[in-house]
């Protein structure tokens, strides 16, 4: 009888039932602070309809050195879009819109590049990363300043930015799109997308101490500080703040209540009794609508890899796996859930090493999982510091051969670059010569402001005078009045799309 019993145990470690004990948890997390430099992250774990493990580890601030508990809040930055996208899951329910209405129909001067795809375009399409659309086209309205642009020019200015691909045949991330889906909430049930998603998803599930937005929240003395490594040192940063881009990215939440929104997932709608969303809109959500790249590798071998609503789907050791992750500078967080384990896990961190919050939900899963036991920490910094090192190499390069041409004095004559371009969504830009240094400066998104220097041929770069950005730029003039731009690091945010922009002269 007892070989019997010790086999059962030994079946019910190996088939997923095993938890992370919480000193395990609790040692996971302190090496993760340490190995990826991160001042500090709050972890939660939901088994079975109820929360297992909840706390914060490190601190809120270096400058305050306040800790973090699991009531700590958090900018969650994408995780916010499955929130538009339950969001839009009630009004269907509700018969107030549906999820293949064409956008125009609520939005009526919704306008695409193409006239068909603007036709066609459906609420679905909002959701689904399918628009034809590059990698995070359009962001820079939003990031890092996009101090002058609001919904409405989100909306008008779409139709400028080119398709990188046939609609609907592409998977790429972007956030802009969301930001409709969220004017499409406002204009369906006539109220704002934050007092909606506040009122009827937020608060019936006891989200108290969380707000759609940082300026939405009550109480701000258990907030987070965003912290940036620059030149190897952590520097505390400006909270990214911008009111447009929050049904893309806006939401503040503690890993207490986002546990919360896990359980009414994962229970299809339903909250302590009370259906918020029905189990077909549940089901819609978590249905494939968009394939993704997908290379199966260790250790999980998924078979596949898809975008539904508002959630990536995916396959680990044969099971589903819903989930998102989200950035903003200085701040990167994830949600994760295997319904067939009725398995949630929220990770959030106050920097932006995404690998950090990678190793401690991966370690968590694999225990559930029933898999051998991995140093997904070292793995993953190691890897981290490799990416790193070879982005270094370009930048380096870049700057390199930069610094050389002032030691010559390999300076060309400024005066034909000085004068205002235009791009058709971005707006204007300006360069001038002050003390016989060239500098950009965008005029609707001022943060973007910079000494321009020459590096080769008609290739210049630029240097923002904002360090934590990471971002700085290749200028590309064609000697027409006319020039394009592109990041010089492979490491820099999609979000910064320079690549997008298309500028011509306006005046001299």
Same mark, same amino acid.
């Given at each position: 009888?007892?070989?019997?019993?010790?086999?059962?145990?030994?079946?019910?470690?190996?088939?997923?039932?095993?938890?992370?004990?919480?000193?395990?948890?609790?040692?996971?997390?302190?090496?993760?602070?340490?190995?990826?430099?991160?001042?500090?992250?709050?972890?939660?774990?939901?088994?079975?309809? @109820?929360?297992?493990?909840?706390?914060g580890?490190?601190?809120?601030?270096?400058?305050?050195?306040?800790?973090?508990?699991?009531?700590?809040?958090?900018?969650?930055?994408?995780n916010?879009?499955?929130?538009?996208?339950?969001?839009?899951?009630?009004?269907?329910?509700?018969?107030?819109?549906?999820?293949?209405?064409?956008?125009?129909?609520?939005?009526?001067?919704?306008?695409?590049? /193409?006239?068909?795809?603007?036709?066609?375009?459906?609420?679905?399409?909002?959701?689904?990363?399918?628009?034809?659309?590059?990698?995070?086209?359009?962001?820079?309205m939003?990031?890092? #300043?996009?101090?002058?642009?609001?919904?409405?020019?989100?909306?008008?200015?779409?139709?400028?930015?080119?398709?990188? $691909?046939a609609?609907?045949?592409?998977?790429?991330?972007?956030?802009?799109?969301?930001?409709?889906?969220?004017?499409?909430?406002?204009?369906?049930?006539?109220?704002?997308?934050?007092?909606f998603?506040?009122?009827?998803? *937020?608060?019936?599930?006891?989200?108290?101490?969380?707000? $759609?937005?940082?300026s939405?929240?009550?109480?701000?003395?258990?907030?987070?500080?965003?912290?940036?490594?620059?030149?190897?040192?952590?520097?505390?940063? $400006?909270?990214?703040?911008?009111?447009?881009?929050d049904?893309?990215?806006?939401?503040?939440?503690?890993?207490?209540?986002?546990?919360?929104?896990?359980?009414?997932?994962?229970?299809?709608g339903k %909250?302590?009794?009370?259906?918020?969303?029905?189990?077909?809109?549940?089901?819609? *959500?978590?249905?494939?609508?968009?394939?993704?790249?997908?290379?199966?590798?260790?250790?999980?071998?998924?078979?596949?890899?898809?975008?539904?609503?508002g959630?990536?789907?995916? /396959?680990?050791?044969?099971?589903?796996?819903?989930?998102?992750?989200?950035?903003?500078?200085?701040?990167?967080?994830?949600?994760?859930?295997?319904?067939?384990?009725?398995?949630?896990?929220?990770?959030?961190?106050?920097?932006?090493?995404?690998?950090? %919050?990678?190793?401690?939900?991966?370690?968590?899963?694999?225990?559930?999982?029933?898999?051998?036991?991995?140093?997904?920490?070292?793995?993953?910094?190691?890897? *981290?510091?490799?990416?790193?090192s #070879?982005?270094?190499?370009?930048?380096?390069?870049?700057?390199?051969?930069?610094?050389?041409?002032?030691?010559?004095?390999?300076?060309? #004559?400024?005066?034909?670059?000085?004068?205002?371009?235009?791009?058709?969504?971005?707006?204007?830009?300006?360069? $001038?010569?002050? @003390?016989?240094k060239?500098?950009?400066?965008?005029?609707?998104?001022?943060?973007?402001?910079?000494?321009?220097?020459?590096?080769?041929?008609?290739?210049?770069?630029?240097?923002?005078?904002?360090?934590?950005?990471?971002?700085?730029?290749?200028?590309?003039?064609?000697?027409?009045?006319?020039?394009?731009?592109?990041?010089?690091?492979?490491?820099? /945010?999609?979000?910064?799309?320079?690549?997008?922009? /298309? %500028?011509?002269?306006?005046?001299?």
């Amino acid at each position: 009888m007892r070989h019997y019993i010790m086999l059962l145990a030994a079946f019910a470690a190996f088939s997923g039932q095993a938890q992370l004990s919480e000193s395990k948890i609790d040692a996971l997390v302190e090496k993760t602070l340490t190995s990826f430099n991160v001042p500090g992250i709050a972890v939660a774990v939901v088994k079975d309809g @109820k929360i297992v493990h909840s706390k914060g580890y490190g601190v809120r601030s270096i400058k305050t050195k306040q800790k973090v508990d699991a009531n700590t809040l958090f900018g969650i930055a994408s995780n916010s879009k499955a929130f538009t996208a339950t969001a839009l899951a009630i009004l269907v329910d509700e018969g107030k819109v549906s999820w293949d209405d064409k956008v125009v129909k609520h939005i009526p001067e919704f306008k695409m590049y /193409d006239d068909y795809v603007t036709s066609e375009f459906t609420i679905r399409d909002l959701l689904t990363h399918r628009s034809g659309l590059g990698l995070g086209a359009g962001d820079l309205m939003v990031w890092p #300043d996009g101090n002058d642009f609001g919904v409405q020019d989100v909306v008008n200015n779409l139709q400028y930015l080119k398709p990188t $691909s046939a609609f609907r045949t592409k998977y790429d991330y972007d956030n802009l799109l969301y930001i409709v889906a969220g004017e499409v909430v406002h204009r369906a049930s006539g109220k704002t997308w934050n007092e909606f998603v506040e009122e009827r998803i *937020m608060a019936p599930i006891g989200m108290k101490n969380s707000a $759609s937005t940082f300026s939405r929240l009550k109480d701000t003395t258990n907030v987070i500080d965003p912290h940036v490594p620059i030149d190897g040192k952590l520097t505390i940063i $400006s909270r990214y703040k911008l009111h447009t881009f929050d049904a893309a990215a806006g939401l503040y939440a503690s890993v207490n209540d986002l546990s919360n929104w896990l359980i009414l997932q994962m229970n299809k709608g339903k %909250f302590e009794g009370k259906q918020l969303f029905s189990e077909k809109q549940a089901n819609e *959500m978590w249905t494939p609508q968009t394939l993704m790249p997908n290379k199966p590798s260790a250790p999980y071998f998924s078979n596949f890899k898809t975008y539904g609503l508002g959630w990536q789907i995916t /396959d680990v050791k044969g099971k589903l796996q819903v989930s998102h992750t989200g950035g903003l500078e200085g701040i990167v967080t994830q949600t994760l859930m295997i319904p067939e384990l009725k398995l949630g896990i929220v990770v959030l961190t106050n920097q932006q090493a995404g690998s950090a %919050f990678t190793a401690i939900s991966n370690t968590i899963k694999d225990s559930y999982l029933g898999m051998p036991e991995f140093d997904h920490v070292s793995d993953l910094s190691g890897k *981290m510091r490799q990416r790193e090192s #070879d982005a270094d190499k370009v930048t380096d390069d870049v700057w390199k051969i930069v610094n050389q041409n002032i030691k010559d004095k390999k300076i060309p #004559d400024w005066k034909p670059l000085v004068g205002t371009f235009k791009d058709n969504w971005f707006g204007e830009v300006v360069f $001038s010569v002050k @003390k016989g240094k060239l500098f950009m400066a965008s005029k609707r998104s001022p943060q973007l402001t910079g000494e321009v220097f020459y590096y080769k041929d008609n290739n210049y770069v630029v240097k923002w005078n904002n360090r934590y950005f990471h971002a700085d730029a290749h200028i590309f003039w064609d000697g027409n009045d006319h020039f394009t731009m592109k990041p010089i690091s492979p490491l820099t /945010d999609f979000s910064y799309d320079f690549q997008d922009l /298309d %500028f011509h002269r306006v005046k001299p």
